[in-house]
């Protein structure tokens, strides 16, 4: 791992049960590099970007984000391999594909809760930084608000500035439109582009092809747990050189609907565990 590279995966394999969903993924993203994870539904996607920050603990290969290095399958201790994962997710933050908000902490209260349980940040300034990153995410005027009473982009837009509030170094996005109306798809791509804008490192699951067009450095595209294709949005998504790749394209192009086959083998959008309120904060 040099020194511009934020994430460095090798010969990353899962298996759930039976079932091998990663194959031996190697992937490297750079510092300020945005790279979009496409491929349909049971390709792997989810399951890597959560191996990422180990919140799925992979079965062999090694993990390093940030400098932080996770030899996985091996006979680490149980206490030194905690000290390896805190150090990754201190470093990177996550927004989850259905916004996981505290429904009972309001529009700040969510934002803030990392800063003051994690990063024991005084109240007074994680609530200046809570309201400066809602605003960031043109929801000044939401702090008070409970995620009841929030529409879908507007939840996930909080749940964006919650990932903030950590000051990541990697920011990783799976299926962040997918749960939300095509009318309020466009709210969360735009703070999306901002960050991606601004020079934020990211790693995003995601379908959306003009996100990938105009925001991506870079585009994966994975079928059986395994890296099929790798290039500029340009070329892939313009000349694809996989059949795999041509015929996903062809399907998104045409708003045909992949079939929703889990990563678990099951019928179904896949339902990964329910992010602890550690997962939550980091």
Known sequence: MNGTDRIHIRGL?????????LGGVDLTVARGEVVVVMGPSGSGKTTLIRCMNLLE??????????????ECGGTVRRRERARQIRAIRHRTAMVFQQFNLFPHLTALGNVVEGPRSVRRMPKDAAVALGRELLDRVGLSDKAGEYPARLSGGQK???AIARALAMEPEVVLFDEPTSALD????????AVMREL????MTMVVVTHEVE???EAADRVVFMDGGVVLESGPPQDFLNRPAHPRAQAFLR?????TPAPQTGETGQTGQEQPPKPTRWEQAS
């Open 13 to 21: 394999h899962k298996r759930f049960g039976a079932l091998e969903v």
């Open 57 to 70: 603990e992979p079965d062999a290969g090694t993990v390093a984000v940030c400098g932080c290095t996770v």
């Open 156 to 158: 996930q837009r909080v």
């Open 182 to 189: 095509p009318e309020l798809h466009a709210e969360v791509l």
């Open 196 to 199: 991606a804008h601004d020079g």
């Open 211 to 213: 996100f990938a067009r």
């Open 251 to 255: 399907l998104v192009a045409h708003d």
